[in-house]
């Protein structure tokens, strides 16, 4: 899935957006609306972002998952297998869940205070009164959405495009690097 994304200006339009994308068949699960005016978008009856779309939670914890997972690996693995110690191989699989969870609980903590990378480019603006409206389209229908939009909403300016999935391994630009 890919994910558009555009900024508009103002909340009037936002919904014209929202009516035109329910009419093409777009659901409320595959577009987010940022705003600093929630309660605008509540009274409006718009489909806000949630905490997954606004923050990095999810990356966060998939990052911790990962490394708990190699905490795991190189310290119950070894003592698994070298340790010398006579317990059932329960304890040493619940001792590795554990580590995996609570490297995942831990990533929590980070990720639920940071702004999603993919929209943190955008702060400026949702700051300044404008919406983001991130449309999630298939990678085959994503032309035809931005001739929608493009016909239907001039107002609405495309500021780019990105996936729908979040990568654990993204930097805070968004993009993947090996060195820094």
């Known amino acids: 899935m890919k994910r558009l994304f555009y900024l508009v200006d103002s909340i009037d339009s936002v919904e014209s957006i929202s009516d035109d994308l329910h009419k093409d068949g777009i659901t409320n699960w595959r577009f987010h609306i940022v705003s600093k005016d929630e309660a605008g978008l509540y009274t409006h009856r718009l489909h806000s972002a949630s905490v997954l779309d606004k923050t990095d939670l999810a990356r966060f914890v998939e990052r911790?998952?990962?490394?708990?997972?190699?905490?795991?690996?190189?310290?119950?693995l070894p003592l698994a297998l070298w340790g010398g110690l006579d317990w059932p191989a329960s304890a040493f699989v619940a001792m590795g869940?554990?580590?995996?969870?609570?490297?995942?609980?831990?990533?929590?903590f980070g990720g639920i205070g940071t702004e999603n990378y993919r929209i943190r480019r955008f702060h400026k603006d949702i700051e300044a009164g404008k919406y983001l409206v991130m449309v999630d389209v298939s990678g085959a229908h994503v032309k035809q959405m931005e001739a929608l939009m493009a016909q239907n909403h001039p107002e609405?300016?495309?500021?780019?495009?990105?996936?729908?999935?979040?990568?654990?391994?993204?930097?805070?630009?968004g993009r993947v690097h090996v060195l820094h």
């Open 64 to 76: 911790g998952l990962i490394i708990g997972g190699l905490f795991a690996l190189c310290f119950v």
């Open 97 to 108: 869940v554990f580590m995996v969870l609570a490297g995942g609980w831990l990533g929590g």
């Open 156 to 173: 609405a300016a495309l500021q780019g495009e990105g996936s729908s999935f979040n990568n654990p391994f993204a930097a805070a630009d």
